[in-house]
């Protein structure tokens, strides 16, 4: 059987080095494309630690079309993962034209080659932050299904999301692409060779890498963005999901996209574990996995943040026999053999 080949936008930042692995894993030719801007050739080398030798690869932007043009001339690409994203929530509302510039703009250039070269398969990196969550505001529980609303969303960030999954569907519409939209709730934790993570020089955007940064004394205090929202305890909840099973759910995406027999298809499914989390909580379970204490100072709230975010995740199940699998305590416990690595 042929060797299918593969295009990973972002390939060397932290979910996606794993979708490296996990495809080359399971016999598929990967080419990265990457700036570089979220991630670093460390990690490109981990690849290589894990696989035994390196994908190919090119540091390029995606607006750089005559760049990308050559990456689409040298291969015969079957289909996409596009995971390339600017995603701070705080940056966004600071710089939104950055946002819309880099985010829209990198996906339209993508897009067009895709067109231009025959590639209409893609697997595209959505988000929950696409679905219109001041509907469930007045709430005590809610689960976002595909079906439900998705505009109205909170800032820029969300916007770029909602907007792609926009033209993606008339993409689907319009010019025959096949597309499998993945709409993620917050994905986390590492490669069980404790070789590659989310581990960003700067101050990290996101909970978990900063209470492992704390836990080594890389930093010294974790900011939890405000104790009053109507949750739990007061601090806001959220889903999280280990990255090897986000990953491997992308593996039975393809399955599907391969036994498609016409063109211009697309599905959305929601990925997500089941189980939510407080920022306290996953304070107190860091603590447990780590033998370590987690400093943290209450901080003022972060514009465009919400109180709680989850959904339902059945279609996944239903349709391609998806769960997560991986428990909290083991997801710690791999992020911990990351830094101690």
């Known amino acids: 059987m042929k060797q299918k080949t593969i295009l990973i936008t972002w390939g060397i930042w932290y979910i996606w080095s794993h979708a490296v692995v996990a495809f080359e894993q399971a016999w598929y030719k990967t080419v990265i494309v990457d700036n570089l801007d979220n991630s670093c050739l ?34 015969k690409f079957d289909w996409v993962l596009h995971f390339a994203w600017l995603k701070a929530v705080w940056e966004s509302c600071e710089k939104p034209l950055h946002y819309f510039d880099n985010n829209i703009v990198w996906s339209l250039r993508l897009f067009e080659l895709m067109q231009d070269y025959g590639v209409k398969n893609i697997i595209f990196s959505s988000s929950a932050t696409v679905y219109d969550w001041i509907i469930y505001e007045n709430e005590t529980f809610s689960w976002a299904l ?34 499998i939209n993945l709409r993620y709730f917050n994905p986390v934790w590492a490669h069980n060779s404790g070789l590659i993570w989310e581990n960003p020089d700067w101050i990290p955007n996101n909970l978990l890498p900063f209470i492992m940064k704390v836990a080594t004394w890389e930093l010294p205090y974790l900011n939890v963005y405000w104790d009053d929202y109507e949750t739990i ?37 929601n990925l997500w574990v089941g ?30 943040d919400l109180a709680s975010v989850y959904c339902n995740p059945s279609k996944a199940k239903h349709i391609l026999d998806w769960t997560a699998k991986t428990s909290l305590e083991d997801s710690l416990k791999n992020s911990w053999k990351f830094y101690n690595s």
């Open 42 to 75: 460390s990690t490109y080398k981990n690849i290589g630690n894990i696989l035994w030798y390196k994908p190919d690869f090119y540091e390029i932007d995606l607006r750089d079309k005559d760049k990308l043009e050559d990456v689409f001339k040298k291969y």
């Open 233 to 269: 305890d007061g601090s806001w909840v959220r889903d999280y999901i280990d990255v090897v099973d986000l990953i491997d759910w992308h593996l039975k995406a393809y399955d599907l996209l391969e036994n498609l027999d016409f063109s211009g298809f697309i599905d959305t499914f």
């Open 146 to 179: 595909e079906t439900d609303q998705t505009w109205n969303t909170s800032n820029p960030y969300w916007t770029t999301k909602f907007l792609l999954e926009t033209i993606l569907t008339d993409l689907s519409k319009f010019s025959w692409f096949n597309v």
């Open 275 to 304: 189980k939510w989390i407080s920022v306290f909580e996953m304070i107190e379970a860091s603590r447990k996995a780590t033998w370590k204490d987690i400093t943290f100072k209450i901080a003022p709230r972060r514009a465009g």
